[in-house]
């Protein structure tokens, strides 16, 4: 991808946003030779930095973002702290911390926007933490009022919930747990998800329908609707914007477009685009 990628080209969304809608799951990636990758890092992406994400935005109808560090970053979180003291006012963050973040970075971090740590346990992205970390991490940023966001694949979700339901303050399941949509509304990977939305602590973010689906994304609809009614004053929705690791060449239209499907009341639209991010991570109401 360029950093001049032009949009003017590309379909605009039949559904038009709200007024402060909010991508709260996308990321900015590079440009590696200002912040480099990761060593360590399980695939190298193409520069997406944050000139390229406004553009997509500004493309969609897009007002407010929530950053999320990706992997291929690891815990040099510079790239997307750019991105939020560039538009301090519309742009939040999630950051990846490990055991060498120190307390003045996490303070930093605060002071730019970030809200949130994101721990993987995706298999074919390293595999779960080391646990002592993770513990720990949760009581740095607890005094903060920080939230953590899990990346869990569908057969983790059973395992890992007994886990999950103990912990010590707010916590965001990515990508709906990356439930496969073959398999239905009624499959157990699911169920324990909805299991776990019983909990005041749970978000789940509505994102990641090109995940487990493919265009037009028919049968990823019916779980996001499902999780959308369960819990409508905690879901979250982002484009997922570049789309690391995707199986296809998704095109940000079309999950916008699929909005009224997953939420066909424009009330629940403006929680899941707008009031809801705006509570979670401290934008001004609309």
């Not at 009022?145 to 059973?158: E, F, K, S, T, Y």
């Not at 789940?204 to 990823?220: L, N, Q, T």
């Not at 570049?242 to 079309?254: G, I, M, Q, R, V």
């Not at 699929?258 to 009031?275: C, F, G, R, T």
């Amino acid at each position: 991808m360029s950093a001049t990628l032009d949009f003017s080209t590309r379909r605009r969304p039949a559904f038009t946003l709200p007024a402060g809608a909010t991508d709260a799951h996308c990321h900015v990636f590079g440009p590696g030779n200002v912040f480099p990758y990761a060593p360590n890092r399980r695939y190298t992406p193409e520069d997406a930095p944050k000139e390229m994400l406004k553009a997509l935005h500004d493309h969609l109808g897009v007002e407010r973002a929530v950053i999320v560090q990706a992997s291929c970053h690891g815990s040099d979180n510079r790239a997307m702290l750019d991105a939020l003291n560039w538009r301090p006012d519309h742009y939040r963050g999630v950051a990846i911390l490990d055991e060498n973040s120190t307390g003045s970075q996490i303070a930093e971090m605060a002071g730019a926007g970030v809200r949130g740590a994101r721990f993987n346990f995706v298999k074919h992205l390293g595999g779960s933490p080391n646990m002592e970390v993770f513990h720990n991490i949760l009581r740095r940023i607890k005094p903060l009022g920080w939230h953590v966001v899990l990346h869990v694949d569908a057969p983790d979700i059973i395992p890992l919930s007994d886990m999950i339901k103990t912990l010590p303050l707010p916590f965001i399941i990515d990508h709906m747990g990356r439930v496969p949509a073959k398999d239905g509304v009624d499959q157990k990977p699911l169920q324990a998800l909805l299991e776990l939305a019983k909990l005041d602590k749970c978000w789940i973010k509505v994102c990641g329908s090109e995940r487990i689906d493919f265009p037009p994304y028919d049968k990823a609809v019916p779980i996001a609707k499902k999780i959308v009614d369960t819990i409508p004053d905690k879901v979250l929705w982002g484009t997922d914007f570049p789309h690391p690791n995707s199986t296809h060449e998704a095109d940000e239209a079309d999950l916008v477009d699929l909005i009224p499907k997953i939420a066909p009341d424009p009330a629940v639209q403006k929680k899941l685009l707008v009031d809801n991010p705006a509570r979670l991570y401290g934008f001004n109401p609309v």
